[in-house]
């Protein structure tokens, strides 16, 4: 057993939050932003690399672990939380956005799971968080954010997050299912992912759903989500205040009705 061995509870429903138990000596890392509070005699410690045990046997190891991590998106370095007391202490990490917490046992995967790169959220010392580059060229010219993706290997616990409901899909050998790039959380490692074409002149101009969709093969488990981060973002961008303004929506009057209610004066 290379990863920590560590006990969790998630609690919550649409902000969801894991509470992580740990032994004495036990450690647990996370990505930078995800702590939310712990209880005393845990040690806070911030590791460059992403804290697994392979990559803490030189600096050239330590450079490569960081390098991957930026390629995801992430910072180069990760929170380490260690139980430094004689008892059993707690530290707990909450999602970004409304949404679900997935508990992955590795072990169950084979060692290996693949998710979207902003997915992670922490995992058992141990786990080893890298990136898995498509090695098809329509998925690498057309993936989106499917084009690189984070890989968790070890044998320990880790945790993802994901947007609004989430779906677990298992895949027969064979059978395919088609999904939006930004809807994909996670798969196995089984899977086969790639990107189609939609096709159609009126559903590439008009559709409004995207040139291109992944298509995942069996067999394998698949994580859906129905909230992806990207298109919340874009929702709250395109009804944001332009130019000082506000946008009223269903509103008759306006600026007038502005003018009008209470929080103006």
Do not use: W
Request: glycine letters at 16%; a negative charge.
């Amino acid at each position: 057993m290379n990863a920590h061995e560590i006990d969790y509870h998630i609690y919550g429903e649409e902000m969801q939050y894991v509470e992580i138990e740990l032994d004495p000596q036990e450690i647990v890392v996370a990505e930078a932003g995800g702590f939310m509070m712990m209880e005393d005699g845990i040690k806070m410690e911030t590791i460059f690399g992403d804290g697994s045990t392979q990559q803490q046997s030189g600096i050239f190891g330590k450079l490569l672990s960081a390098g991957k991590r930026v390629l995801t998106g992430e910072s180069l370095f990760i929170t380490a939380f260690q139980n430094q007391a004689s008892g059993k202490k707690k530290v707990s990490f909450a999602s970004p956005y409304p949404g679900k917490i997935i508990a992955i046992d590795l072990k169950a995967y084979n060692g290996k799971f693949i998710c979207q790169k902003d997915a992670f959220l922490c995992a058992a010392k141990g786990v080893s968080v890298g990136i898995e580059f498509s090695k098809k060229i329509g998925r690498a010219l057309f993936g989106g954010e499917g084009f690189i993706m984070q890989k968790l290997e070890g044998d320990g616990m880790a945790f993802v997050h994901s947007g609004g409901t989430l779906a677990k899909k298992e895949l027969a050998p064979g059978e395919v299912m088609r999904i939006d790039t930004g809807c994909v959380v996670g798969y196995t490692q089984d899977v086969d992912f790639d990107i189609e074409f939609v096709g159609g002149v009126k559903n590439t101009i008009f559709g409004g759903e995207g040139m291109f969709y992944a298509t995942l093969r069996g067999p394998g488990t698949v994580f859906v989500q129905s909230l992806p981060f990207s298109r919340l973002a874009g929702r709250i961008l395109a009804n944001a205040p332009q130019n000082g303004g506000g946008k009223e929506e269903g509103s008759l009057l306006g600026g007038v009705g502005r003018l009008l209610d209470g929080d103006n004066f």
